[in-house]
């Protein structure tokens, strides 16, 4: 007889006493999905190629945008920066992201959610085409 009275219940819009002091509270206080929503934008220097895994551990994390300072190690070592600029490039292609220049001594690495705004005078630096080897 339970399940003809509660079929009468749900027709007439009368509320089922089963159902009526289950609830769930929510603190909304107490949320910790502020924490990694927020996006950081944080400044590197790089003096040797050591230095760079602070950023590129921030940029896999997703919330980073990288702008990093390579002046000291241009000015101290062109091939470790050759180089560190290459892990930067291979990651960001990883992550999807989006790497720039800005000036002579700023990089600008970012996620896959942003995008660096390039202007049209802008021109694109090609890479020198693969030797082939014999």
Do not use: H
């Not at 289950?22 to 950081?40: A, F, L, P, R």
């Not at 942003?114 to 085409?129: H, L, M, Y």
């Amino acid at each position: 007889m339970a399940v003809f009275s509660r079929i009468k219940n749900k027709v007439l819009g009368i509320p089922d006493d089963d159902f009526i002091d289950d609830y769930v509270e929510i603190d909304s206080k107490k949320s910790n999905i502020g924490d990694k929503s927020k996006i950081i934008i944080k400044p590197y220097t790089m003096q040797d190629f050591a230095d760079i895994k602070d950023a590129l551990d921030d940029l896999r994390e997703g919330f980073t945008i990288a702008l990093i300072n390579i002046k000291y190690l241009k000015d101290k070592d062109i091939v470790e920066l050759k180089r560190a600029v290459t892990k930067l490039k291979k990651t960001c292609d990883a992550i999807e992201g989006d790497i720039a220049g800005l000036g002579d001594d700023w990089i600008v690495v970012t996620p896959s959610f942003a995008q660096i705004f390039r202007n049209t005078n802008t021109e694109e630096v090609e890479r020198e085409p693969e030797r082939q080897k014999f």
